[in-house]
């Protein structure tokens, strides 16, 4: 075909945003759920992009909160039975080695408690990073998971390609 122009020049090469195009990939393995945006959709910082499967997150999340409970429960009867000893006025009636043995023991209800509750912590962090968010703002450039797609940690391209196309560069 005929050229338009007189003078022109070619070359082969790729064009990206001039911010460089950010890969957005998988905190964790799992189905895909949810999709939100598509290919062209201008985003903004902490938009989500698309949602992983969590019920097996909530499922522990759930036995570890009912474990919160249970260690919140045995705190609670380990400290009454310490305090109960330590009511008791005639130091002749029981022994200093058990009120020592009960006091440890409610330092070791209250770690326990304390891990419990940073389980709980831990789950509620996974479910969040479950909506992959957008990291800033800029236009989806490529799409390359579904929903009911399983969405894997090493995926041969990215789940999302992100850019600014408001300048280019080749």
């Given amino acids: 075909p005929a050229k338009p122009f007189h003078h022109s020049l070619a070359a082969s090469g790729i064009v990206e945003s001039l911010s460089e195009n950010v890969a957005i990939g998988v905190p964790l393995a799992g189905l895909v759920t949810e999709v939100h945006i598509a290919v062209n959709e201008q985003v903004d910082v902490g938009q989500p992009l698309f949602t992983i499967d969590g019920r097996e997150i909530k499922a522990q999340l759930r036995v570890h909160a009912a474990n919160v409970t249970v260690a919140s429960a045995s705190l609670d009867r380990i400290q009454a039975q310490l ?51 957008a990291p800033r703002a800029g236009t989806i450039l490529q799409v390359n998971l579904r929903a009911g797609e399983y969405a894997s940690v090493a995926p041969k391209a990215p789940a999302m390609l992100l850019g600014d196309q408001e300048r280019l560069q080749i």
């Fill in 83 to 133: 305090d109960r000893l330590k009511s008791v006025n005639d130091p002749r009636a029981i022994s200093r080695d058990e009120v020592s043995t009960r006091a440890h023991d409610v330092t070791v209800a209250r770690a326990q408690l304390e891990a419990a509750r940073a389980l709980v912590a831990q789950d509620e962090a996974l479910l969040q990073r479950l909506t992959v968010v």
